[in-house]
């Protein structure tokens, strides 16, 4: 089992920068790969990045190559998104999620968090 609780959200202007935290629970987080989604209002969750259970291959979302950058940290049980150059887009309820494969399906990830907003003002 884990637990999965999102950091970082908040109201940022168009151009800024946020960094986003996963902090997981259960000793077995290290052993799963791990997705950043978001879902903004009337539309479908949208897959982000993903990271392999060790760090060492990464996955992203068109939109936001060059823009956002995934990385973890298993012995602090964490994942992070950083997310510069955003846009007003951006804006969107994020979320982490974790499971046994490296994906972009959201269906293929077992645990997720209770999501933290992003807000980016033009």
């Known amino acids: 089992q884990v637990q999965l609780v999102e950091s970082g959200g908040g109201l940022v202007q168009a151009g800024g920068s946020l960094r986003l935290s996963c902090a997981a629970s259960?000793?077995?987080?290290?052993?799963?790969?791990v997705g950043w989604f978001r879902q903004a209002p009337g539309k479908e969750r949208e897959f982000v990045a993903a990271?392999?259970?060790?760090?060492?291959?990464?996955l992203y979302a068109d939109s936001m190559k060059g823009r956002f950058t995934i990385s973890r940290d298993n012995a602090k049980n964490s994942v992070d998104l950083q997310m510069n150059s955003l846009k007003p887009e951006d804006t969107a309820v994020y979320y982490c999620?974790?499971?046994?494969?490296?994906?972009?399906?959201?269906?293929?990830?077992?645990?997720w968090g209770q999501g933290t907003q992003v807000t980016v003002s033009s």
């Open positions: 990271i392999t259970w060790g760090g060492g291959s990464t």
């Open positions: 259960g000793r077995t987080f290290s052993s799963y790969n």
């Open positions: 999620a974790a499971g046994t494969f490296w994906a972009k399906n959201r269906g293929l990830y077992d645990y």
